[in-house]
């Protein structure tokens, strides 16, 4: 309205001017004042025109400069703004930067988007601001494409002129499930004289794409009059783009146990749980997580988890890098390799690689304690003691050399070397050790090594590997170990032990490691929606129920009848008689210390 009643303001000094010209011809008639006359009325005209232009291009500017800084605050996130593709004024740039700083936010331009693609791909708070209007943007575009700069954490605000037609930019832009594209649209609001137009930012767009050959969807997220109005149901965007609608999502199930996996898995029949249940669990899970996200649930099936062999991967992980499937079955995190092709998201299915054995009777080990080693057997021991004491001492004092002095590093000395070496004879470790492995690499091209390695699993031929039945019957004949998973050996224990013989089974963690979890393909738009849908079925109790019913946990006697007695005081005689002798020893070797350090001070 301030327009109008600017215009309306100069046309009464004109229609002024224009009745004082009357009155002056009517008094005078001669040429010169007309002349006059005329040539003030223009240059009247002309300064009214400028005026009136320089102040709806101030205006348009400060408008825009003004939505920005409120679009930024509506964010209610830290934000680093980047400015790519923007022919604006300095003097625009500069008040944008100012203001944004008020609100405590951040502000870069550089001169290529491809600097940002090397240190900003990974920050949560950067939004990057381009303008279509300018013709440096389709190249930023194109580069933020080759890069991958529309996904998942990084935001864009796109300027766009209500009559510019840019939908062939914007059909380009892969901008997925997990892209957070704001397109904000120029119109006009009200028509004002000659050609200037008062722009004014009213319109943003919420734009994305439900798959890679669907088209863009768009959905309001506001509007900016003077006030920005939000208008989303959510500022989650978790829960904004929770409808893929109906786009395929498959998962890529590792059967290992039997074929007919292949079969029950889809049909969820509950029938040979005894077969790969742990696939079976992971496919139920997901199958559930990809209703939640009105997916159209599909599966395939691999007979290893994949490993890097000659450059390329196998099994599950190779279908994960070929784009074949989207996710695939809880697998434990060995393999750093993997990391680069996929990312971990949740547990869907617990298991637990344990040595599954029965405790030996009592009897049979009594005599540990009592009964004297072979002396080739102690001399053994005191020459590998020697030989590990001088190792330590010539390793503590290269890295004593090498690295700073902390309070956790050897000092290179004989006396820590041995200390070191007295600790593991005793199983008691030293908080003490050393930080760097000259021979790191020694545990892979040991040739034992790799001797034990070509008989248990040879290049041709079957592994020297038991079956799920051998193994747990070799576990009931007691003297054995079996390696495995162990919720289908305790499932076949259930089936073919007595009571009694469930009370003496332990296991033993071999591997330390962590627990499984499920890989989806890297850099996939689906990979925040499904850590929280199934972050939401484990807490609704669901994931435990399925694990409950489908698994069997470690079994236990009913009787609480033992097969072995408890150890007494007289079995631990040599032990404790060990025990007094060490403390004599660490007693004189104190007192030792004590005589040396008065004699080198005194």
Not at 119 to 143: G, K, Q, R
Not at 215 to 236: C, F, Q, W
Not at 522 to 542: A, C, H, N, T
């Amino acid at each position: 309205m301030e327009y109008f009643k600017l215009l309306v303001y100069f046309q009464s000094l004109q229609t002024s001017l224009q009745k004082a010209c009357k009155v002056s011809l009517s008094i005078s008639i001669g040429l010169e004042n007309i002349i006059m006359c005329r040539v003030t009325k223009m240059k009247f005209v002309t300064f009214l025109m400028i005026t009136i232009w320089a102040r709806v291009v101030l205006t348009k500017d400060a408008n825009l400069v003004d939505f920005l800084k409120t679009y930024v605050d509506n964010e209610r996130k830290p934000t680093m703004v980047v400015l790519t593709g923007l022919c604006w004024k300095k003097d625009t740039l500069r008040t944008l930067v100012v203001e944004l700083s008020k609100l405590g936010a951040r502000t870069s331009k550089p001169p290529s988007i491809k600097i940002q693609s090397k240190y900003h791909v990974v920050m949560h708070n950067t939004l990057f601001l381009s303008d279509l209007h300018c013709p440096e943007t389709a190249e930023v575009i194109e580069t933020a494409i080759l890069h991958n700069l529309f996904r998942y954490p990084l935001r864009w605000l796109l300027l766009k002129n209500m009559s510019e037609n840019s939908s062939v930019i914007l059909e380009d832009i892969p901008a997925f499930a997990d892209s957070d594209l704001v397109l904000a649209e120029i119109t006009e609001e009200l028509v004002v004289i000659t050609e200037c137009k008062i722009i004014i930012l009213n319109r943003n767009v919420l734009v994305h794409k439900p798959n890679e050959n669907g088209a863009l969807i768009s959905k309001d997220k506001g509007y900016y009059n003077g006030t920005m109005v939000d208008v989303r149901p959510h500022r989650e965007l978790f829960k904004r783009r929770r409808d893929v609608m109906g786009r395929p999502l498959t998962m890529a199930n590792v059967i290992q146990d039997s074929n007919s996996t292949r079969y029950h898995l889809p049909r969820e029949d509950a029938l040979e749980l005894q077969y790969d249940v742990i696939p079976k669990i992971c496919w139920m899970t997901a199958k559930l997580a990809f209703q939640m996200l009105n997916a159209t649930p599909r599966y395939t099936f691999s007979y290893r988890w994949g490993y890097k062999v000659n450059g390329q991967w196998s099994g599950m992980i190779n279908d994960l890098h070929t784009s074949k499937a989207d996710l695939g079955t809880n697998c434990v995190v060995s393999d750093v390799e993997r990391l680069s092709v996929v990312t971990y998201t949740d547990m869907l299915a617990p298991f637990r690689v344990r040595f599954v054995f029965r405790q030996p009777p009592l009897p049979s080990v009594a005599n540990i304690f009592y009964l004297p080693f072979a002396g080739s057997v102690w001399a053994a021991v005191a020459v590998c003691a020697m030989v590990y004491t001088v190792a330590m001492y010539w390793a503590s004092k290269w890295e004593f050399n090498l690295e700073k002095r902390s309070a956790s590093q050897f000092d290179g000395t004989v006396g820590d070397a041995m200390l070191l070496t007295m600790s593991a004879l005793s199983q008691q470790g030293c908080f003490i050790e050393p930080k760097r492995a000259p021979v790191e690499n020694s545990l892979y091209k040991d040739p034992v090594r790799v001797m034990i390695h070509k008989r248990i699993d040879p290049e041709t031929g079957n592994g020297q590997f038991y079956s799920l039945e051998d193994g747990v019957d070799m576990i009931r004949q007691g003297f054995f170990a079996f390696h495995s998973i162990v919720e289908p050996v305790y499932r076949r224990i259930e089936e073919t032990f007595l009571e009694t013989e469930k009370c003496d089974l332990t296991e033993v963690d071999f591997l330390s490691s962590f627990d499984p979890f499920v890989p989806v393909k890297k850099d996939s738009p689906y990979l925040e929606l499904l850590r929280v849908v199934f972050k939401q079925i484990r807490e609704s109790g669901i994931q435990s129920a399925l694990n409950k019913r489908y698994q069997v946990p470690k079994p236990r006697c009913s009787n609480k009848v033992a097969a072995f007695s408890s150890v007494g005081i007289v079995d631990l005689r040599p032990v404790l008689i060990l025990m007094v002798y060490g403390i004599i020893s660490s007693c004189l070797i104190l007192i030792m210390e004590m005589i040396v350090f008065k004699i080198a001070h005194h």
